[in-house]
């Protein structure tokens, strides 16, 4: 997006505990003039609750399988935990003791229906666009289309690489303990359709 717009017009969020604006903490409800895109991981509440934000606003988001996340997730985290432990060298068995199975991982409340409580507050059919990332290219392109973009870069993060299959049992566990994700998801789906009909 800077790219785009220039990197004095972009901003990164991220609302936890305390409000960043590119990775600094922010005690205000008003952006810095100039800003045009805000983007990150937070939820769309958040975001309203923390700042005034015009009706007329674009609201845009990616939205990615439920399920394929929660094992995205999973194995990702791993990976991860296992860099930074580096247990071989130091001799330590933490992982041994703290790991979870992915069914475990999935039915951890934190790591349900993720998607539906960052977007509560906001329904499918509100958004100005909704985006899915095992189309990303091609969805890319028709956002591009939409906002009169003449250049844009093609970014993909967090790539976990290969991953274990999963069996048809534990998929299917995992879709039922990601309902209102699933509920979402379909809708979005289904105007994503619609905008392809009517661009024929």
Known sequence: MKDVYG?????????????????KRLNSSKLKSGIKVIHGH????KLIDQFDIREETPVITWLREPAERVISNYYYLDKILRKELNEEKKDL???AKMEKTLLEYAATEANRNRMSKFLEGITPEDFFFIGFTNHYEEDLAVLARLLNWDKYSLIKHNITGQKPDVDASTLEQIKALNEADYDIYNRALKIREERIKTSI
Do not use: K, P
């Open 42 to 45: 937070f939820s769309y509440q």
């Open 93 to 95: 068995n933490i992982l």
């Open 7 to 23: 990197a004095s017009h972009v901003a990164r969020l991220d609302i936890r505990r305390n409000t960043e604006l590119n990775g």
